[in-house]
């Protein structure tokens, strides 16, 4: 059973920056998309950023274009999201996701909190 491993979350000011990790146990890594979603207190969680197994496609969500950054590093199992320049809105447990043998697979979440 792949398990996923967030950290890199914090409290953060305005216009700050953090990045998180998720460290991925298992086989064949990089023969799988890795994402990032998000979830606010009251919302549902929603799609951040995508990364397709050999890092050639990334795809992000509208809200955090030009801002944040996902990459991997398949040597060491692990995804990350760099986030820049973050707002408030961004305040939410991220969570790590990837799909193996038709399961949706999630980390445990990490606290990303965004002060004004």
């Known amino acids: 059973q792949v398990q996923l491993v967030e950290s890199g979350g914090g409290l953060v000011q305005t216009g700050g920056s953090l990045r998180l990790s998720c460290a991925a146990s298992?086989?064949?890594?990089?023969?799988?998309?890795m994402g990032w979603f998000r979830q606010a207190p009251g919302k549902e969680r929603e799609f951040v950023a995508v990364?397709?197994?050999?890092?050639?496609?990334?795809s992000y969500a509208d809200s955090v274009k030009g801002r944040f950054s996902i990459a991997r590093e398949n040597a060491k199992n692990t995804v990350y999201l760099q986030m820049n320049n973050l707002e408030p809105e961004d305040t939410a447990t991220y969570y790590c996701?990837?799909?193996?043998?038709?399961?949706?697979?999630w980390g445990q979440g990490t606290q990303v909190t965004v002060s004004s």
């Open positions: 996701y990837t799909v193996r043998s038709f399961q949706n697979l």
């Open positions: 298992g086989r064949s890594f990089s023969s799988y998309a």
């Open positions: 990364i397709s197994g050999s890092g050639s496609i990334r």
